[in-house]
């Protein structure tokens, strides 16, 4: 298995602010994903981050709004951008381990925008 | 497109009796089904997989789903419930074809089991 690490864990934000949330994987991977989970709902795949390339996108989700970084391959940042109460949520990331088909989540960040 | 249905927002059960938690799925060709069960605060944690082989497929903590391809279903069982594991549960398919990497997740399932 994996064990993934997220940071903030929690954080309470100002209208129009952006919040960078770091993901830290304790072994290299090739994918990582970052999901939304808004309160009381299900989660939303945002994007889907591989190291070298740019991240793909899902319906719904522009680059300027959730830009991705992903310097190596056990690292990547989501950056929530000029937020709004609309986003606040739970942001997960998760990884794939090869061969396992599984994936693997980090403990979440719970983003709460005033 | 590939779909995931848990009908039950929530389920109650009394500690010691057996439990299920339903999920039906709507995909192209042979799916990859989880389990995926969250505690408050907590991060997904993964239970079970259905990739291939024996329709019934045994995971974490006393858990066990059964694949049946005919109902499209893969319902999520225990024998008998502890209180612990009241938590929510997410049923998830995994695309076989050029979405391999997507999973897609269900509504959830609150599950109180009550002492």
């Known amino acids: 298995s994996a064990v993934i690490s997220q940071k903030p864990s929690r954080d309470i934000c100002q209208r129009g602010t952006s919040l960078t949330i770091q993901c830290q994987v304790d072994?290299?991977?090739?994918?990582m994903f970052w999901y939304r989970q808004q309160p009381g709902q299900s989660l939303t795949l945002i994007a889907t981050?591989?190291?070298?390339?740019?991240?793909?996108?899902e319906s719904g989700f522009v680059i300027d709004k959730f830009p991705i970084s992903r310097p190596n391959l056990t690292f990547s940042t989501l950056t929530v951008s000029n937020m709004s109460p609309e986003d606040s949520s739970i942001y997960l990331c998760?990884?794939?381990?090869?061969?396992?088909?599984?994936?693997?989540f980090g403990p979440g960040t719970r983003l709460t925008v005033l | 497109a590939q779909s995931v249905a848990q009908p039950e927002d929530q389920v109650n059960v009394a500690e010691g009796n057996p439990l299920t938690v339903k999920c039906t799925y709507s995909?192209?060709?042979?799916?990859?089904l989880f389990w995926y069960v969250q505690y408050p605060n907590r991060g997904l944690q993964f239970l079970l997989k259905?990739?291939?082989?024996?329709?019934l497929v045994k995971g974490s903590y006393g858990f066990e789903a059964e694949f049946n391809k005919s109902q499209t279903s893969f319902h999520l069982k225990k024998p008998s419930a502890l209180v612990s594991d009241s938590a929510l549960y997410f049923c998830?398919?995994?695309?076989?074809?050029?979405?391999?990497?997507?999973?897609?997740f269900g509504s959830g399932t609150k599950l109180n089991v009550k002492p």
């Open positions: 998760s990884v794939d381990i090869t061969g396992r088909n599984e994936q693997f």
């Open positions: 072994s290299q991977v090739t994918m």
């Open positions: 981050a591989n190291q070298g390339s740019e991240a793909t996108y």
């Open positions: 995909v192209s060709g042979n799916p990859y």
């Open positions: 259905y990739i291939t082989g024996d329709n």
């Open positions: 998830a398919v995994r695309d076989r074809g050029d979405n391999f990497n997507k999973f897609y």
